[in-house]
């Protein structure tokens, strides 16, 4: 496994736990530690792992709007809780992380994965129709297409 992406599958069990445990910042920083050093031992990626992690913490109301208004026959708290999370995920990627780095494709091709890998049968699809509509309306609005 490539370590960008296992360092958004820790990124994921941790805001999936965040979440289980009613968004308890107090146990966010110890919920990264632990999953990184038990499902990524030597991994060189842990900065990228708080980044992304944050980064979602940070910015998730308006994260959650924007689920909410690509998805909206399913509001937030109806979503699973692992889809929930690969999508603010997958958002924060595609809106916030450098381009170069992360392009859009990229950050939506993983959520997907992710989603296939954690969430349930139709998780991927799901992901890909709401970060596919978003990415349109980004593409819209920068006047491509």
Do not use: C
């Not at 381009?99 to 993983?110: D, F, G, H, L």
Request: aromatic share 8%.
């Amino acid at each position: 496994m490539a370590s960008r992406h296992l360092a958004r599958s820790i990124a994921i069990q941790s805001l999936y736990e965040w979440d289980f445990k009613n968004y308890n910042s107090e146990v966010l920083k110890e919920i990264i530690e632990r999953n990184i050093n038990e499902f990524g031992p030597g991994l060189k990626e842990t900065e990228f792992i708080n980044n992304l992690v944050n980064g979602v913490v940070n910015h998730l109301k308006e994260l959650d709007k924007i689920i909410e208004k690509a998805a909206p026959m399913w509001p937030i708290d109806q979503i699973d809780m692992i889809d929930r999370n690969v999508l603010r995920l997958g958002l924060y990627e595609l809106l916030y992380e450098d381009k170069e780095e992360v392009p859009p494709k990229v950050a939506i091709n993983e959520a997907i994965e992710l989603a296939k890998s954690f969430g349930g049968e139709s998780s991927g699809k799901f992901i890909n129709g709401v970060l596919g509509t978003v990415y349109r309306e980004i593409e819209k609005k920068n006047g491509n297409k």
